[in-house]
């Protein structure tokens, strides 16, 4: 029974949960976390800066300010102990897990290898299913900015997103049911 509170004993069976990390504490606590043996994905895309006519690629986090992290949520201590760890999302004391199948939609977004940036949350709009693509069988939704197509895809828990740009052929929109 000792064996199933322990955080990182068997961690495929627990949820994910967003932690809540200091500004630009990311890739730190993310390293820390995972040399502790707890399973974590620090979602990132690459940004181009120029500072004094030198063009610089840097990896930032596309959820800034959160990383994810699958452990027991009776032993929280290892993650609140972590320096730069803020909190685990939560409702009052009650831990809030993030849904398996969003975590493996921004993976697949990520493993596509197409161009994928932070993107402002959105609830309204006509959702979609890539039947198409890198990103086959992922669902989303479609919006359009200066004539490209990007799949939006969502953590609804932190109410934040990601855009894909994609091409409009891969896409089928999702019919909502008749009540």
Known sequence: ????????????????????VKSNFEKPVFGSLSGKGLESFLPSYKVTTRRAGNRRESDRPLFAGYLFSRFNPVSQLPVLTTPGVVGIVSAGRQLLPVAETE???????????????PWPYLRVGQPVEMIGGPVAGVTGVLVTIKNVYRLVVSISLLQRSVAVEIDADWV?????ACA
């Open 1 to 20: 029974m000792i064996e199933e509170l322990h955080p990182i004993s068997n961690p495929a069976r627990f949820p994910w949960y967003a932690v809540r």
């Open 103 to 117: 975590i493996e939609t921004v993976r697949t977004v990520l493993n596509s290898k197409l161009i994928a940036s």
């Open 172 to 176: 089928r929109p999702i019919q909502k």
